[in-house]
């Protein structure tokens, strides 16, 4: 199995930024492509970001095009989501799991983004 443990997360101010940061550990050898999802209140998740291993990217046009950057650090398992110029609309619960099919097991707790207006 493969874990993803989030972090980074916190309150900050429109305008601002944060890092953050997803690792995998467990049997990653079959994980080619990482997505960051986030879940607002009464909303279904969706991806915002996915980068296969070889550094492919595919952006959420609508949410995070221009604002967020995907990045990953194979040596480390570690994919970070640098978001820039945060607004109230990107406050949920950011999770990250294999894309485009998650790995078997329930995902992992998220790291929770407020963005105060």
């Known amino acids: 199995q493969v874990q993803f443990v989030e972090s980074g997360g916190g309150l900050v101010q429109a305008g601002g930024s944060l890092r953050l940061s997803c690792a995998a550990s467990?049997?990653?050898?079959?994980?080619?492509?990482v997505g960051w999802f986030r879940q607002a209140p009464g909303k279904q998740r969706e991806l915002v970001a996915s980068?296969?291993?070889?550094?492919?990217?595919?952006m959420n046009e609508s949410s995070a095009k221009g604002r967020f950057t995907i990045s990953r650090d194979n040596a480390k398992n570690t994919v970070y989501l640098q978001m820039n110029t945060l607004n109230p609309e990107d406050t949920a619960v950011y999770y990250c799991?294999?894309?485009?099919?998650?790995?078997?097991?329930?995902w992992g707790q998220g790291t929770q983004v407020t963005v105060s207006s």
């Open positions: 799991n294999a894309f485009p099919t998650p790995a078997s097991g329930p």
């Open positions: 980068i296969s291993r070889s550094g492919g990217i595919t």
């Open positions: 467990g049997n990653t050898a079959g994980i080619t492509s």
